[in-house]
């Protein structure tokens, strides 16, 4: 099957769902629409379009259902992707909030809940994140804070 069919990404173009998009798999080029790409392989798409940078999206026809498929489709991989800008459900709140909220405004309640409270698996923090929030932790309540987390900031 010569190059018939085949609509290689273009770095320039805005992609909508509609729009044909030839990609290398495994087997051999795979060519669906950018709607169908979000169900077949939503992270990869995600991937193109946040780290690598290079396939161009339309916002509200592509990145929003992508995100919200994402959350379905691989879990860990969103929560990384979100890190702070989660929505937990955080003592003292009635409704879901921001992580980064507390975790900006309340450093210690925040270290409390996410460590000692063992949510870790509900809201990723990447190690800058986790040198900040131990840093200003170890400077409000030097005593609440956990000795691994310490030796971090050593």
Do not use: C
Request: avoid cysteine; hydrophobic fraction near 40%; aromatic fraction near 12%.
């Amino acid at each position: 099957m010569p190059n018939e069919g085949l609509f290689p990404l273009d770095p320039e173009k805005v992609y909508f769902s509609m729009d044909e998009l030839t990609l290398d798999e495994e087997d051999g080029p795979k060519t669906l629409k950018v709607g169908a790409w979000l169900n077949y392989d939503p992270v990869r798409i995600h991937k193109l379009i946040r780290r690598e940078k290079i396939l161009k999206v339309d916002e509200f026809e592509v990145l929003n259902p992508l995100e919200s498929k994402l959350r379905r489709a691989d879990p860990d991989y969103y929560k990384k992707f979100m890190g702070l800008r989660l929505v937990i459900d955080f003592p003292g709140y009635s409704t879901g909030i921001l992580a980064q909220i507390p975790f900006e405004n309340d450093p210690v309640g925040f270290y409390k809940w996410w460590r000692k409270g063992k949510h870790e698996d509900k809201v990723y923090l990447s190690l800058g994140n986790q040198f900040k929030l131990f840093q200003k932790v170890s400077m409000m309540d030097p005593k609440m804070i956990l000795k691994k987390d310490l030796e971090l900031l050593k």
